[in-house]
C-alpha cells in the first residue's frame, strides 16, 4: 500500500472521509491509520502552505498528496465532481510576468484519476471567494489547492484533486447549498480512488 497524505482545509470536508477510511484521530487536526493520513489544514493557502510544510518538516514524505474539496465553477453542475489537471494561483498577474503562472514552482501537471464520468479541469486558487471572472470555460476556483501544488513541487510528490462543485461563482449559493447533503457530502470521493489508496 502506498504512504498517501489526504490534504482538506476543513474539519466538514475531512471527518466523514476520516471516518469512512477508518483513521484515528492523533491530534486535533491530523488522522492516520496504516499507511494513510488525512491533515485538516485550515482554509486559505496562507495555512494550507504552513500547515503542509509543517507536516512535511515532521513526518515521512508521502508518495501521493491527494486534495479533497469543495470548488466553485463557471458553469460546471453543482454536486458533480471534477478532478483537476493544472493548477494555477488566481492573484498572480504582475506585468511583465506571465499571467496566473508562478514560473519556479507549482506548474506541475496533475495526476488524473481513470473514471470517465469525472470532468477533467483546471483550478484556480484565490485568497477569496470568487463571484467572478474574466476567464472563459469550464474551470474550477478553491482557496488551497496551488499552495499544495507549490509543495508537491518542491518537494517531488505526485498531487491529485477531487473537488466537488459547491456553487456556480455565488456566495448566496453556498450557503443555500449547504442544506444540499448530496452537494456537501465528500466521503464518495473514495469510491473513485480504490486503485490510488491500495
Not at 64 to 81: E, P
Request: net charge negative; glycine share 4%.
Amino acid at each position: 500500500m502506498k504512504n498517501i497524505l489526504f490534504v482538506c482545509a476543513m474539519r466538514k470536508e475531512a471527518e466523514l472521509i476520516a471516518k469512512k477510511l477508518k483513521l484515528d484521530k492523533l491530534e486535533e487536526n491530523m488522522y492516520k491509520k496504516d499507511n494513510v493520513s488525512l491533515l485538516i489544514t485550515g482554509i486559505g493557502k496562507q495555512k494550507t502552505a504552513i500547515g503542509l510544510t509543517k507536516y512535511l518538516c515532521e513526518n515521512v514524505k508521502p508518495q501521493l498528496i491527494i486534495n479533497v474539496g469543495y470548488a466553485g465553477s463557471t458553469d460546471i453542475k453543482v454536486g458533480q465532481w471534477v478532478c483537476i489537471t493544472k493548477s494555477y494561483n488566481y492573484e498572480w498577474e504582475i506585468p511583465g510576468e506571465e499571467k496566473y503562472n508562478m514560473l519556479d514552482f507549482g506548474n506541475q501537471s496533475l495526476n488524473i484519476i481513470n473514471f470517465n464520468e469525472i470532468k477533467k479541469v483546471e483550478c484556480y486558487s484565490a485568497e477569496s471567494f470568487v463571484t467572478s471572472t474574466n476567464l472563459q470555460g469550464s474551470i474550477a476556483f478553491d482557496m488551497e489547492l496551488h499552495s499544495i501544488a507549490i509543495l508537491c513541487d518542491m518537494y517531488k510528490i505526485p498531487l491529485m484533486s477531487l473537488k466537488k462543485i459547491s456553487d456556480n461563482l455565488s456566495l448566496n449559493d453556498y450557503y443555500d447549498n449547504l442544506k444540499e447533503e448530496n452537494v456537501f457530502e465528500l466521503e464518495s470521493c473514495l469510491e473513485f480512488l480504490d486503485e490510488e489508496i491500495m
